[in-house]
């Protein structure tokens, strides 16, 4: 058991080690031991890191747990070459992270039921290439495979399967569903992502940090400023700075902001999968502003370019800051005027409440995060057990519901909005002065850090090495463990319900495909 010490990552936001728990595991008792670890409790688990060493070859894998109380929990294993034992059957959570370790690093997991051409698809690539590893082999594409084919779950008379996708009309990005039926009803549904798999983790390999954040803040153009701040509090965190006082102000300013304004587009397509084109148009629009008051006064629409490592890279001032609240609870006021209107229509309600239920048992054994799971008793808030930037200082609110079905993520997704609204108006009520950077050494060691990005937890493993470049850089996002869980809220219920479920999720495809 291991906590603290210079390779062990760093609490999110503080110096210091922080109150991390390492276990370090023998590979055949790894499975006891996160039994005994996690037990009946579900923490969330957040993801897999996997390193590899060159010479010799050796894969180091550590899960990370995120618990409340602002402790994780990270169990290390290391093996040479043999299978290691799959944790999936007692962590239904780490299906997937599973899967994509098996596919970019070439780690096999005894138990685990279905492994190869997930990340990288088969026709593309040769199912040997490992491009994560330290010296892969040269990637074969064309790969001559039979046409993706899922296993088949549903086996009786009349069944098929409904392809959706992966090219879609408008602006959606690339994403497969099969969906299985012997009728009108979904019995099982596919979800196949990566069909622009970016490698940016392997691109962040020998960059110097400061490079390494504008590669973080392009995971996901709508969540840029997370991505960003999660990165630099890593690194941060390993060097055991933290933010000049105001900075830690305006940076929960901005992440509030993103927040907000991604919350409304989320409600803008729920209300357009229902086929209200007018009120969907007015919450469209109503991003839009929040979009264009973004540019106006802090720079840029989706704010890249503002987080530094160490602080901000400018100050947008107080005058911008409160001409940005008085604007912002304007279109708050808009959105829930939009919204109370909606709550009276019966169409509207009839297509989400009891629709793409997730009961609350069964979210935690998903381990789905953020709203989603806030609309099924999962407590999990990076901003309440890890806090980070000024929430220390100005805790979130916590919004719960928990019904687990359309009309409770619809709800949490508003009320969040507001509440994240009331938080930008409290803080910038109270901006403190002073500077808004401190220097960050290069110092080499493993940082971890997370956000409540406005999907959920979103964190970074960061590995700097003795010549002062990334030699490691894990992204764990919250779409990634959203997506996965989609699946089960489909089941059994109609067709036409599919992009409404969907919708209710906010799910985004670059955010998992990285």
Known sequence: MMNGGRDAPKAPGTPGSGPILRVGAPLADLPDTVRQLVGQDHPPFIGLVVEHTSEPPRHHLHYVWMRPAARWLVVDVSVDGAAVPSITPIVFAADWAEREAEDLFGVTFAGHPQLGDFVLHDEDWAESVAPMRRRPERPTHGGGRDPYEPP??????????MPVGPVFAGAQESVRFLLETVGEEIMHAHV?????????????EGQLATRALLVAERVSGTQALAHGLAFAQAVEALASVVAPTRARAIRTVLAEWERLRSHVGTLAGIVESTGLSVPANLLAAVEERLLQLSGRYLGHRYLFGLVALGGLTRDPGDDALHALARAGAQAVASVQDICRRLALDNSFLDR??????????????????????RASQIRA????????????????????ESEGDGYARFRVFLREAAAAMDLIQRLVGTLPPGPIHAFVPVVPGVGLSAVEAPSGALAYWVRVGSRGVIDRC?????????????????????????????????????????
């Open 192 to 204: 196949r992502l990566f069909y622009k798999y970016r490698g940016l983790e392997k691109l962040m």
């Open 474 to 514: 894990h992204i764990m996002t919250p779409a990634f463990l959203n997506w996965h869980g989609l699946p089960d809220t489909v089941r059994d219920f109609a067709f036409q319900d599919f992009p409404i479920i969907a919708s209710t999720f906010g799910l985004s495809v670059a955010d998992a495909d990285r």
């Open 352 to 373: 989400l409440e009891a629709v793409g239920i997730l009961a609350p048992e069964r979210a935690a054994t998903l381990g789905v995060v953020g709203p989603v799971g």
């Open 381 to 400: 808030d990076v901003r309440l057990w890890h806090p980070y930037a000024a929430y220390r200082e100005h805790p979130a609110a916590p919004v719960l």
């Open 152 to 161: 088949r779950i549903v086996k009786a008379p009349g069944q098929f399967v």
